[in-house]
């Protein structure tokens, strides 16, 4: 069975295509994976962290903004996450907060950016971890 811990391993792709540009070998088309000196073809970066008994916690970070959301893990093993399965949250605006002393998860006037980066989020987690884990079951 795998492990949430195998849902990262999904990011280890993108080591392969840097080589090969730091080595000055062209790509080979179809391989996954993006270099990861070049410019970026994601929205943002993505984590997972905290894995404990009963839950699990994600992060989605951009240059200027950081969410961090919590999930039981039951809902991980019964496939698609939904936005109120979240249990606990974190916000920060990296541009004014780069020590992450204040979460602005709760705060109003975050609410837009902070909802954007939720579905963003979602939409990683169900699109490509989930359905991965699901697979090897």
Same mark, same amino acid.
């Given at each position: 069975? #795998?492990?949430?811990?195998?849902?990262?391993?999904?990011?280890?792709?993108?080591? @392969?295509?840097?080589?090969?540009?730091?080595? %000055?070998?062209p790509?080979?088309? *179809?391989?996954? *994976?993006?270099?990861?000196? %070049?410019? &970026?073809? +994601?929205?943002? /970066? @993505?984590?997972?962290?905290?894995?404990?008994?009963?839950?699990?916690?994600?992060?989605?970070?951009?240059?200027? =903004?950081?969410?961090?959301?919590? @999930?039981?893990?039951?809902?991980? =093993?019964? /496939?698609?996450?939904?936005l /109120?399965?979240?249990?606990?949250?974190? @916000? $920060?605006?990296?541009?004014?907060?780069?020590?992450?002393?204040?979460?602005? $998860? *709760?705060? !109003?006037?975050? +609410?837009?950016?902070?909802? +954007?980066m939720?579905?963003?989020?979602?939409?990683?987690?169900? /699109?490509?971890?989930?359905?991965? !884990?699901?697979? &090897? #079951?």
């Amino acid at each position: 069975m #795998k492990t949430l811990h195998h849902l990262v391993a999904d990011k280890l792709k993108d080591i @392969f295509p840097t080589i090969l540009e730091g080595a %000055g070998i062209p790509s080979i088309n *179809g391989k996954p *994976g993006e270099n990861l000196l %070049g410019p &970026s073809l +994601r929205k943002a /970066g @993505f984590c997972e962290f905290n894995d404990q008994a009963a839950h699990v916690s994600f992060m989605w970070r951009t240059r200027e =903004r950081k969410l961090i959301l919590t @999930f039981p893990k039951e809902n991980l =093993r019964n /496939g698609e996450l939904k936005l /109120g399965d979240a249990t606990a949250g974190e @916000f $920060y605006d990296l541009k004014t907060d780069a020590r992450e002393w204040t979460n602005l $998860y *709760g705060r !109003a006037e975050w +609410r837009a950016d902070r909802e +954007r980066m939720r579905v963003e989020l979602l939409a990683h987690l169900n /699109g490509v971890a989930l359905k991965k !884990a699901n697979r &090897s #079951k």
